[in-house]
């Protein structure tokens, strides 16, 4: 299985590669610290020094995922009025050598102690198990407490339980990501499509390639 750690490595050298040269006076910007670290694995790689130049392929890596996970914190829905936000977090859900997905999440809390999650995963095994659930939904029917529907065009799936007052709302994403938005102690399943149209779509769709 190693083999398959280097293939994204190996997939940003030769895309790195493949515009030329680039610092010493040919446009990258030498603040930017992953060109940086990609022209040095460049001019190491020429030298023959290929550890050197795989930990800074490394280095370049991770600071492109860092990238990857703040635009992603930046497509999360602002806190409706009288709501206040949490940090955003972000983390890793499938491994590099698998395709790197991640996860980008952040916790609301309202006036009367309402809580509402949302998060977006990019690449995750859930997609496949929301599918499904949305599948039997279509085979079988809707049943009192979920409501099937498209959203910008992509399948979501509805669930909301007045008495226990907690709803969940799925929208698959082209089939690569998962908008999750799970709301507890709410009165209403209205409030998470609010959550879910804060969310800056076309700028997420985008950064999912």
């Known amino acids: 299985m190693r083999r398959f750690v280097w293939i994204p490595l190996l997939a940003l ?3 790195f590669g493949c515009k030329g040269e680039m610092v010493g006076g040919t446009g990258v910007r030498e603040s930017d610290p992953a060109l940086v670290s990609m022209e040095k694995a460049k001019d190491l790689y020429r030298q023959g020094k290929y550890k050197e130049a795989i930990d800074e392929l490394k280095s370049a890596m991770a600071q492109v995922k860092a990238r990857q996970m703040k635009a992603f914190e930046e497509v999360l829905p602002p ?9 955003p977090s972000t983390a890793p859900v499938v491994p590099d050598f698998l395709g790197g997905g991640v996860k980008v999440s952040r916790m609301y809390t309202g006036p009367s102690g309402e809580r509402v999650e ?5 690449q ?3 997609i496949q198990s929301i599918l499904s659930l949305i599948s039997s939904v279509s085979v079988l029917g809707q049943v009192g407490n ?4 498209l959203y910008k065009g992509e399948k979501a799936l509805e669930r909301f339980y ?3 007052r907690r709803g969940e709302l799925d ?3 082209g089939g ?4 999750m938005i799970k709301g507890e102690d709410i009165s209403k399943a209205s409030l998470l499509m609010e959550f879910l149209k804060g969310i800056k779509w076309e700028r997420m769709v985008a950064l999912m390639g």
């Open 118 to 122: 949302v998060a977006i995963l990019s």
């Open 79 to 87: 806190p409706p009025q009288g709501w206040k936000a949490g940090e």
């Open 124 to 126: 995750s095994p859930l």
């Open 146 to 149: 979920t409501r099937l529907f």
């Open 171 to 173: 929208v698959v994403v």
């Open 13 to 15: 050298f030769l895309l």
């Open 176 to 179: 690569r990501a998962l908008v």
């Open 162 to 164: 007045p008495h226990d």
